[in-house]
């Protein structure tokens, strides 16, 4: 008798990121812009489709090939199914593209605040229109990856050089071009004001909220109050 969960109950099948600043250099207006994600959305979704048909295939061939593990079965029901799993359309550079349309960084103003919510709630109803019309759980989340948000930018001042050195930031240490990974904002995480923004993003989506943690200026006691009052209030 297994004495795990079976099968798994929480499967990413795949993601696929939108480059969100770039969306907004290619638009002319924020209704552009709207017009330029959904399309942009559209295109990783059915990227994710093929993903998810890819899976289903080599899943059928059952405890024979590269995912023999996860397809093997216990009481008729495989460990994983690609078909029960969810998919994820991740952004990233979210402050970047408020910045270049609105002037401001994602905490800058209200305002711009609420552009970020705009963009990711157009986003969210297309994933919701797309899951229900193709039988597939398409979420949107925060790509926090780094090394995404770098080769991105990098890639984007050399194509869009205008606009994206006038939005760009760069790594403290390496001094790499970047964009702010995911939904993250520029602004230090060490009050309860700045995770309590980010969180309000992710009440439309997956993200997390990382919080670093320097030696120099933070006590264990100041991450511990950190962490109950964010969990209290967000």
């Known amino acids: 008798e297994a004495s795990v969960e079976w099968p798994a109950d929480d499967l990413v099948g795949g993601v696929v990121t939108l480059n969100l600043p770039r969306a907004a250099y290619e638009a002319k207006g924020v209704e552009s812009l709207f017009d330029n994600l959904a399309a942009h959305a559209r295109v990783a979704f059915a990227a994710l489709v093929e993903k998810r048909n890819s899976l289903e295939r080599l899943f059928a061939f059952g405890g024979v090939g590269p995912l023999a593990a996860l397809a093997f079965r216990y009481r008729s029901r495989a460990y994983a199914d690609p078909h029960h799993a969810r998919y994820v359309l991740g952004v990233t550079g979210l402050n970047e593209c408020v910045q270049h349309m609105s002037g401001e960084e994602l905490h800058g103003s209200p305002a711009a ?49 205008d606009a994206a050195r006038s939005v760009i930031k760069r790594d403290a240490i390496t001094r790499d071009a970047t964009y702010t990974p995911g939904v993250c904002t520029t602004r230090r995480i060490h009050s309860i004001d700045g995770i309590d923004l980010e969180c309000q993003l992710h009440t439309q989506m997956d993200a997390t909220t990382p919080i670093a943690i320097e030696s120099s200026d933070m006590t264990l006691a100041s991450i511990e109050a950190i962490v109950e009052e964010a969990l209290t209030r967000t």
């Open 113 to 161: 605040t609420e552009c970020a919510h705009a963009f990711l709630q157009l986003l969210c109803d297309e994933a919701e229109t797309f899951s229900a019309q193709e039988q597939i759980r398409i979420v949107v989340g925060g790509d926090a990856s780094a090394t995404c948000a770098k080769r991105f930018a990098r890639i984007d001042l050399q194509q869009h050089s």
